[in-house]
C-alpha cells in the first residue's frame, strides 16, 4: 500500500479483556516497529521486527504484551487482560533497510475502561 | 538513562514569524531526526540529520545537528497555521545501532495564531 495502515483506529475495551491490534507495513519494509505513546507524551519504543525475526523486544512493559510478523510482512500487537495504565495511543512504523527514519501509521487509540 | 529534553514546550506565535526550538541530550547521538505529528495521525519525518555540524534544509524549515552531538536545533521560517502540530526530535536508542529503534523527546507543541 501507499502508506503504514493500522486498524482499528480507535479501540475501547474493558479492563481484563485482550485486544489485537494489526499493523499493515509499506510492501516490501524489511524493518517494523511498534511504539506506545503516552497522552502528551513522545512514542516509546516496545518491539522490532527484522522481516518475520523479532530481535527485540524489550521495551514491552509487560507478559501481557506479544507481538508477531508471522509472514514478514503483517504485524499483530495482541494485549492480554488490558490494563487501564494500557490505554494509550500505538503506533506501527516500518522502513525498508534498517537505518532510522521509519514511515508510521496513523495508530490506534486503545482506551480501557 | 537516556533522554531527549525538548525545549520550549509549547509556543504559540503569530502567523508569519519564525520560530525556533532545540533538543538536547545528556549522550552522544549519531544521528537526529525531526517529526511533526498532527492530532489524530502518526508522526511524519521532517529532516534527518547524520553528521556533526551538519545544517539541513526542507523547504520553510531547517534543522542543525549541534557540533557536540548532544544537541539539535529546528527553525521554521515565516510560519503558517499549517505548520501547527507537536514537534518531536529522536534519535536512535543507544546500543542499537542501525536497527532504526528511536527515543523521542517529549515535543514541543506549536500554535500559530492567523
Known amino acids: 500500500g501507499a502508506g503504514v495502515s493500522q486498524s482499528p483506529r480507535y479501540k475501547v475495551a474493558k479492563r481484563g479483556q485482550d485486544v489485537a491490534l494489526r499493523c499493515d507495513p509499506i510492501?516490501?519494509?524489511?524493518?517494523l516497529f511498534w511504539y506506545q505513546q503516552a497522552l502528551g507524551q513522545g512514542p516509546e519504543f516496545l518491539t522490532y521486527?527484522?522481516?518475520?525475526?523479532?530481535?527485540?523486544k524489550s521495551g514491552l512493559p509487560s507478559d501481557r504484551f506479544f507481538a508477531e510478523r508471522p509472514e514478514g510482512s503483517v504485524s499483530t500487537l495482541k494485549i492480554q487482560r488490558t490494563q487501564q495504565e494500557d490505554s494509550a495511543v500505538y503506533l506501527c512504523a516500518s522502513s525498508l533497510t534498517t537505518m532510522a527514519g521509519a514511515f508510521f501509521g496513523q495508530g490506534t487509540r486503545l482506551t480501557v475502561v | 538513562g537516556q533522554q531527549l529534553n525538548q525545549s520550549p514546550q509549547s509556543m504559540f506565535i503569530q502567523e508569519g514569524e519564525d520560530v525556533s526550538m532545540n533538543c538536547t541530550s545528556s549522550s552522544i547521538f549519531n544521528t537526529w531526526l525531526w517529526y511533526k505529528q498532527d492530532p489524530g495521525e502518526g508522526p511524519v519525518l521532517l529532516i534527518a540529520l547524520y553528521k556533526a555540524g551538519e545544517l539541513t534544509s526542507n523547504g520553510r524549515l531547517t534543522a542543525q545537528f549541534g557540533i557536540t552531538r548532544k544537541d539539535s536545533f529546528l527553525n521554521i521560517s515565516a510560519s503558517i497555521p499549517s505548520d501547527v502540530g507537536i514537534y518531536f526530535c529522536?534519535?536512535?536508542?543507544f546500543g542499537s545501532g542501525n536497527t532504526g529503534k528511536l527515543i523521542f523527546g517529549q515535543g514541543t507543541t506549536l500554535q500559530v495564531k492567523p
Open positions: 510492501s516490501g519494509h524489511v524493518s
Open positions: 529522536a534519535g536512535p536508542i
Open positions: 521486527f527484522q522481516n518475520e525475526a523479532q530481535l527485540d
